[in-house]
């Protein structure tokens, strides 16, 4: 064999496996391939995995995802049907369910996700301002709040914390957007399959609003357990002082009965021993009238006495026996 053989063979050779490259290709399980011959699709779409053959050198292969992908929104700002600024954060997920269609209308990823940003986020708009907040925030209409043992009024519970009645609740509103957009992606050759709202904030400028109202709420309840604890104080104070003033009574009865009773057996005593003898009659009205004098003459005392009165008579009597020295006179100090 001369040399321009070997070459023709060789040049064959190296030609038959620039065409065989060109004219196979390969689609793995998580792509579907879309063939273009100058820039316009050819043939159905290639959604099976394996060695597949083109037409070398004039189609092109197009590879194509078909796993489950994600769309995450920016945070934006909106408002709701109660006049309240919310700035929400939406997620999606989406996968590519007819390649043609897909590629025909957009192409690739990118105008995908530009394209998602556009419909999820006029639906979420939408919705949003059709609904109040608690709609958006509250998960079902059935939640029962947690209640705190300390809120309660002798077995009654009070009504503190109690959750606004809602209509719908966040899922339902999360399906209205899903079942919306889903209708308007679906001519790109897109299925969505899911979403949901990842956070829902207040708006910077009414965040601080919100905030004072929230304390001025807490601050009228702690206000509202701080009158009832002063009027239960009160109460107590009240029935302490009922009690004390029961007990002073009770008790100024008690010893006015023993006086009476003490003066009746001393009445008594005293008739007795005044029909028995004058003589103890006279040591008794003495012994009444010197324990008198204890009570009514201490220091500088100036004592004026009637010349006819008791208790001039004893001294006066004292002094005549010689016992006590002279009897004092009127205005005398002892």
Known sequence: ???TNLAAIIATLVVGMIVATSSIYTVNEVEQAIITQFGKPVGASVTTAGLKIKVPF???VNLIDKRVLEWDGNPSDMPTKDKLYVSVDLFARWRIVDPLQYFLRLRDERSAQSRLDDVLGSETRNAVAKHE???????????????DTLQTDAGRELDVGSLVPIQMGRKLVEQEIFAAAADKVRVFGIELLDIRFMRINYNESVRPKI???MISE???IAERFLSE?????????????????KI???AY??????????DAKATEIYAKAYNQSAEAVAFYEFTRTMQSYKSLIAENTTLVLSTDSDLFRFLKGMAADGRSGPAPRSGDNR
């Open 1 to 3: 064999m001369n040399r």
């Open 58 to 60: 004039i189609q092109d």
């Open 133 to 147: 907040l608690i709609e958006i925030v509250r998960t079902t209409k059935d939640r029962v709040p947690l209640r």
């Open 211 to 213: 905030y004072d109202r």
């Open 218 to 220: 807490r601050r009228q």
């Open 229 to 245: 604890g002063n009027g239960e104080a009160a109460r107590i104070r009240g029935n302490r002082v009922r009690d004390l003033n």
């Open 248 to 250: 002073q009574s009770e």
């Open 253 to 262: 009865r008690q010893v006015e009965e023993i006086r009476g009773v003490a």
